[in-house]
C-alpha cells in the first residue's frame, strides 16, 4: 500500500474535479441550503466558508445573508481559488472574495457572524481541533454549521451490483487513505470534543430512479476523480472500472431493475459559539 497524507484530498483539484464539484453542488444544492437556514444564517451578516473549492457553498451563502452580507471563501488549493474568482467576478459578486488558505491554521483581522463548510472535515487529520480553531474566529454567538455526508448510506433497493461495487470502491479508498467516509455520523461527537455545544441535527438524501435521473453521472464522476488514487492505493485499477462507460452501465443496471438509488445521507449540524 502507498502511504498518503491524512489529509490528502482522494479527488484531486483537476480541472475536471473542479467541474463534478459545480455539478454535485447543483445536485445537492437545496439540501446545504436548508441546513444554512436551519442554522440561521440571514441577511446581513459575515460568513467564512471554509474548503470552499470552486465557490458553490460560498455563493449558496451569499444568496442567504443578502447585499448586506459578505462572504469569504478559504481552500487550500489555488487552482480551486483561482476557479471560484473567476465565477464571481463574472456574476459581479463583489460581496463575496476567495483566497487560499487552510482551515487548520487560517487567521483573520475580522470576526465572523458564521463559518460554514461542505464535504470539508473527513480530509482534515483532527476535524474537532479544526472545528475549535474556526470556532474561534466567530463573534460569541456566533455560528458553526457543517454540511458533510456518509458514503456507506449509499445504496439501491433493490441491490444493484454494480452500483455497490463501485460505492464499495470509493469507501475502501477513503478507508486505505485515512480518511472518514461517514463523517456525517461523527459531526455530534466533532462538535463536542471541539468543545461546541451538542449541535443540532438533521439528515436528508436525494432519492433518484428512471433514466433520466442525474444520479448516474453523479457516480461515474466521483468514481472517475477518485480513479488515480484508487489506483496508486490498490483498490481497482482503470480496467476494473471502466471509466467510460460507468455512467451508462450504470443507468442500464437500475433501470433494467427497476431499482430505487439513495444517494449518501447528508448530516447537517450546527452550534452557537458561547464564551
Not at 195 to 202: C, F, K, R, S, V
Not at 255 to 268: H, K, S
Request: proline letters at 5%.
Amino acid at each position: 500500500m502507498v502511504p498518503t497524507s491524512p489529509s490528502e484530498y482522494v479527488l484531486g483539484h483537476s480541472a475536471a474535479e473542479l467541474r463534478r464539484l459545480i455539478e454535485q453542488a447543483a445536485f445537492f444544492g437545496d439540501l446545504t441550503a436548508e441546513v444554512f437556514r436551519r442554522a440561521g444564517l440571514e441577511p446581513g451578516m459575515s460568513v467564512l466558508d471554509v474548503g470552499c473549492g470552486a465557490g458553490d457553498v460560498a455563493f449558496l451563502a451569499a444568496s442567504l445573508v443578502g447585499p448586506d452580507g459578505r462572504v469569504k471563501g478559504i481552500d487550500r488549493a489555488a487552482e480551486a481559488v483561482a476557479v471560484a474568482r473567476e465565477r464571481a467576478e463574472q456574476a459581479e459578486a463583489e460581496k463575496v472574495t476567495f483566497e487560499v488558505g487552510d482551515a487548520a491554521t487560517f487567521t483573520s483581522s475580522e470576526t465572523f457572524d458564521a463559518v460554514v463548510g461542505r464535504l470539508v472535515l473527513p480530509y482534515q487529520p483532527n476535524p474537532a481541533a479544526v472545528l475549535r480553531h474556526l470556532a474561534s474566529l466567530v463573534r460569541d454567538g456566533g455560528i458553526v454549521a457543517f454540511h458533510e455526508c456518509d458514503l456507506s448510506s449509499a445504496v439501491t433497493k433493490p441491490e444493484v451490483p454494480l452500483f455497490s461495487r463501485l460505492v464499495g470502491y470509493v469507501i475502501e479508498t477513503y478507508r486505505r487513505a485515512n480518511l472518514e467516509a461517514n463523517m456525517g455520523s461523527r459531526l455530534h461527537s466533532a462538535f463536542r470534543d471541539a468543545g461546541l455545544p451538542a449541535p443540532q441535527m438533521i439528515a436528508a438524501a436525494r432519492i433518484e430512479s428512471g433514466p433520466q435521473s442525474p444520479a448516474y453521472l453523479a457516480v461515474a464522476r466521483v468514481v472517475e476523480s477518485a480513479a488515480p488514487m484508487m489506483e496508486r492505493l490498490g483498490v481497482a485499477t482503470a480496467a476494473d472500472l471502466e471509466l467510460d462507460t460507468i455512467e451508462e452501465r450504470l443507468r442500464d443496471a437500475v433501470v433494467r431493475a427497476d431499482a430505487v438509488v439513495f444517494m449518501p445521507m447528508f448530516v447537517g449540524a450546527w452550534a452557537r459559539v458561547t464564551r
